[in-house]
């Protein structure tokens, strides 16, 4: 099997704190735009804080590997980390700008993995499309 792969992070600022602090409406997002986008989700879990601005995180294990995000809702903030081996996962991009609202900025890095992956000194990413 390639171990090649593809890890792309988003940082999203000026999200709105309720969307923020609600597990259920996240986990429906995140799960619904895993499965359009064909991937395989084999687990899942979230987990609601009662305390320090009552953020959100979870994590979706995947055939392809796996799903994360952490909420801030006391600074508007998420963060979302996917990667997958084999398979782009720009998919994820189409819904996150409207789940999260026009007035967001989302911040998008891509990082190329695996053993074939030739890392030049001084280089920290090589950005796919």
Known sequence: MDDFGYHTIW???????????DAPALHNFFLG????????????????????????????LLSESHLSYHTYPETHYISIDVYTCGS?????NEGIQGFFGNEVQI???TLLR????????GV??????
């Open 88 to 92: 782009n996962n720009v998919s994820i």
């Open 107 to 109: 911040t998008t890095r």
């Open 33 to 60: 735009t895993l499965q359009r986008s064909r991937f395989t989700v084999l687990d899942h879990l979230t987990h609601k804080f009662s305390a320090g601005g009552e953020g959100v995180t979870g994590l979706y």
């Open 11 to 21: 940082d999203i600022t000026g999200a709105d704190a309720r969307l923020l602090k």
């Open 114 to 121: 695996g053993s074939h992956v030739l890392v030049e000194e």
């Open 124 to 129: 920290l990413n090589e950005t796919c499309q």
